[in-house]
T-cell receptor, first 116, second 115 residues
Framework: DTEVTQTPKHLVMGMTNKKSLKCEQHMGHRAMYWYKQKAKKPPELMFVYSYEKLSINESVPSRFSPECPNSSLLNLHLHALQPEDSALYLC???????????????FGQGTRLTVV | KQEVTQIPAALSVPEGENLVLNCSFTDSAIYNLQWFRQDPGKGLTSLLLIQSSQREQTSGRLNASLDKSSGRSTLYIAASQPGDSATYLCAVTFRLNTGRRALTFGSGTRLQVQP
């Protein structure tokens, strides 16, 4: 099983809403990542969790709040987003953090987020 | 700042043609390079991973090569099929300014294989 599962697939939210994106993997991977991808652009790294601890925050605004409840789950809590935050949000995992050893990253299918 | 560039940005070929996608990177001190496929509005599917110590990897009709000294990788697709139509992304693991490593993506090559 090399699957990273993201829910929901699509999400429309207002600027005053609070919502969460979820990501799950059962491959025993100990590193999980959030990426943001705008249309026709490459994915950009947002956060890295290494052994359930936040290890990289790429200067992401505080309206995005990541959480890693256990080694299989990764959440991204959203609050007071702006229309320019509309994008495809991708979750990825790897056996070990990329900065520990050379490992392959596996991506989920993404959540298409629209902020209205 | 490390950068990854992919050429061409878009490519249209007839079915059955062999083709080469190019990826170049500015810093030769990479840890590994990964090729992904992305269908419109979908996530990324890992195709091949090349470690920095390797020169090439093969999977079915796909062959990826790595030349660290020149900062280049190529993805060769043999006997292309309409189902190969997608965007192909090259991603390189660099060391960030913070000292940590992370995947940095190129902008991708959008491939259309005509039946």
């Amino acid at each position: 099983d090399t699957e990273v599962t993201q829910t929901p697939k699509h999400l429309v939210m207002g600027m005053t809403n609070k919502k969460s994106l979820k990501c799950e993997q059962h491959m025993g991977h100990r590193a999980m990542y959030w990426y943001k991808q705008k249309a026709k652009k490459p994915p950009e790294l947002m956060f890295v969790y290494s052994y359930e601890k936040l290890s990289i925050n790429e200067s992401v605004p505080s309206r995005f709040s990541p959480e890693c409840p256990n080694s299989s789950l990764l959440n991204l809590h959203l609050h007071a987003l702006q229309p320019e935050d509309s994008a495809l949000y991708l979750c990825a995992s790897s056996l070990a953090p990329i900065d520990r050893m050379n490992t392959e990253a596996f991506f989920g299918q993404g959540t298409r987020l629209t902020v209205v | 700042k490390q950068e990854v560039t992919q050429i061409p940005a878009a490519l249209s070929v007839p079915e059955g043609e062999n083709l080469v996608l190019n990826c170049s990177f500015t810093d030769s001190a990479i840890y590994n390079l990964q090729w992904f496929r992305q269908d419109p509005g979908k996530g990324l599917t890992s195709l091949l991973l090349i470690q920095s110590s390797q020169r090439e990897q093969t999977s079915g009709r796909l062959n990826a090569s790595l030349d660290k000294s020149s900062g280049r990788s190529t993805l060769y697709i043999a006997a292309s099929q309409p189902g190969d139509s997608a965007t192909y992304l090259c991603a390189v693991t660099f060391r960030l300014n913070t000292g940590r490593r992370a995947l940095t993506f190129g902008s991708g090559t959008r491939l259309q294989v005509q039946p």
